[in-house]
C-alpha cells in the first residue's frame, strides 16, 4: 500500500514537472534546481538528508526533474543520475543498520536470535555498496566528459576516489558479517532454510 501510495504521488509530479516545464534545459539551470530542491531537504550535492522519510522525498523530487526534462546536456543526464544513484545507496545504507549495533557482529551477537538480522543487515549493507558503486560510474563519466562542469558543483576525481573507498569498506564489512554468521550460524541458518 505504501509503495503504491510513493508510486501515484511520483507519476503525479512527473505530471507536473512536465506541464511546468518546457523546452531544452542547460547544465547551469539544472544545477540551480537541484540545488533549490537539495536545499529543501537540508542536502548538498554531497550530503544526503539525515532520514529514509527525507531521502524518499528529495528522491521523488529529483526523479521528477529528470522525467520532466527530456531535452537536456549529457552532462547534466549524468549528474542527475548520479544524485539519483547515490541518494539510493545512502537510503539503503541507513536501512541496513536499522537494528543498530544488532546490525552487526562487531558487539557481539546471539546466532539464534542475531543471524537473521545480521545476514539481513549484511545484504542491505551489501546492495547500498553495490548501488554506491553505479553512482561512481557515473561521476566518472562526468569528470572524465565534463571537466568543467563536474568541477562548477565541487565534484572531481577526489570525490570518485573517495566514495570508492567509502563502499568498499561497507561492502567489505557487510561480506565480513555474512562470512561470520554462515560459518558460526550453521543450524540457525538451516533453520532460517538460507542456502550457504
Not at 533549490?36 to 528529495?58: C, H, Q, R, V, Y
Not at 546492495?127 to 565534484?155: H, R
Request: hydrophobic share 40%; proline share 2%.
Amino acid at each position: 500500500m505504501k509503495k503504491s501510495l510513493i508510486f501515484i504521488f511520483v507519476l503525479s509530479l512527473i505530471v507536473v514537472y512536465g506541464c511546468a516545464s518546457s523546452g531544452t534545459i542547460t547544465y547551469k539551470q539544472g544545477v540551480k534546481r537541484i540545488n533549490e530542491i537539495d536545499e529543501n531537504f537540508g542536502a548538498t550535492m554531497k550530503t544526503p538528508p539525515d532520514s529514509t522519510e527525507k531521502i524518499d522525498g528529495l528522491l521523488i523530487q529529483i526523479i521528477g526533474f529528470a522525467a520532466s526534462n527530456e531535452n537536456m546536456p549529457k552532462s547534466l543526464e549524468y549528474l542527475l543520475d548520479f544524485r539519483i544513484k547515490s541518494l539510493e545507496a545512502d537510503k539503503l545504507h541507513i536501512e541496513g543498520w536499522q537494528w543498530g549495533r544488532g546490525s552487526t557482529t562487531d558487539w557481539g551477537f546471539g546466532c539464534r536470535k542475531g543471524s537473521a538480522r545480521v545476514l539481513n543487515s549484511s545484504k542491505i549493507r551489501n546492495s547500498s555498496a553495490q548501488k554506491g558503486f553505479e553512482a561512481i560510474d557515473t561521476l566518472q563519466l562526468l569528470v572524465d566528459e565534463f571537466p568543467n562542469e563536474a568541477k562548477s558543483v565541487n565534484l572531481s576525481q577526489k570525490d570518485v576516489l573517495f566514495l570508492n573507498a567509502a563502499y568498499y569498506q561497507i561492502e567489505k564489512k557487510a561480506r565480513r558479517d555474512s562470512i561470520i554468521i554462515r560459518s558460526l550460524c550453521k543450524e540457525q541458518i538451516k533453520e532460517l532454510n538460507i542456502t550457504i
